[in-house]
């Protein structure tokens, strides 16, 4: 067990700035281009990385789901159609990564299934993310541990006991287990920050935060209680079609949001007591001294 793990160049933990990482997932509606600008607001912002989502539609998509009917931009197609729609191939995962390294970001994934795991791993990612729902699929757990890459754990819609047991069969020399609430938008109420603490002290790894809020101040809160890993999903605009639309930042948005984290950051120190040269002059003039 360790308190800080790395991720690509960057060691993630206490003592470092907080690994920041904006999540494109699949917010660019199948629309390499759209992804692009979104790479582009992230490194614009001072981000770590970018996160995208990959799946394998026949894979992970329950076979009750399939056929369900949805109002797309593509029209009124099945689920299953839709999740193909919105998924890249190679070839678009080919120019992300080469338009990744021209803006000099990391990129990487969160893999639903084994098939996109095995897709993903040609790319060389610098970590994995396993989503929420992911949680209770211990065979894709092991699957994704095997690659021998960091991961980053969601614990959204999850139990304790659910948590646990999913990081009984991951390596926490390179884990980050990051509290989240799977609600979007997520209301302040049920953000639930204190269990960045609870996580750190059962499972003695870098914890981090995955945020659905409204809003920044809460995301930066979460770095003030320990949060080494940040995460929110990044849109061009909150308006657009697509189920995590309303839940992102916008360009603005994230680059406020970095601005923020690592001004407090700087603002935090490191809990000793000291007197600054910049408070002698103060203390000269207004302080009296009753012996």
């Known amino acids: 067990m360790t308190s800080e793990i790395r991720i690509g160049d960057r060691s993630v933990g206490e003592g470092h700035p907080a690994y920041i990482v904006a999540e494109i997932g699949i917010n660019h509606n199948g629309d390499v281009a759209l992804a692009e600008q979104l790479i582009d607001a992230a490194a614009q912002a001072g981000c770590d990385a970018v996160k995208f989502q990959k799946r394998d539609p026949e894979t992970s998509v329950p076979p009750d789901q399939r056929d369900r009917m949805r109002d797309t931009p593509w029209g009124y197609i099945t689920y299953l159609d839709y999740r193909k729609r919105v998924e890249f191939g190679r070839a678009e995962y080919e120019r992300i990564a080469r338009y990744a390294a021209d803006h000099g970001i990391a990129w990487f994934a969160s893999c639903w299934d084994e098939p996109s795991v095995d897709f993903m791993e040609a790319f060389d990612p610098p970590a994995y993310k396993v989503p929420s729902a992911s949680v209770t699929d211990i065979g894709l757990l092991k699957y994704t541990a095997a690659t021998g890459r960091p991961i980053v754990l969601s614990t959204g819609m999850s139990t304790m006991d659910e948590i646990r047991a999913a990081v009984e069969v991951l390596d926490r020399d390179r884990l980050v287990v990051a509290h989240s609430t799977s609600t979007y938008p997520c209301p302040p109420e049920e ?101």
């Open 191 to 291: 953000l639930n920050l204190r269990m960045l603490h609870t996580l750190k002290a059962e499972f003695d790894c870098p914890v981090g935060y995955s945020g659905h809020e409204v809003g920044l101040p809460t995301t930066v809160a979460a770095v003030a209680l320990g949060a080494c890993y940040v995460e929110r999903h990044v849109t061009l605009d909150r308006s657009m079609w697509g189920s995590d639309q309303a839940a992102s930042v916008e360009p603005g948005g994230i680059e406020r949001l970095v601005h923020y984290i690592r001004t407090v950051e700087r603002g935090l120190g490191d809990g000793v007591k000291q007197v600054y040269s910049s408070e002698m002059e103060a203390a000269r003039r207004l302080r009296r001294i009753n012996r």
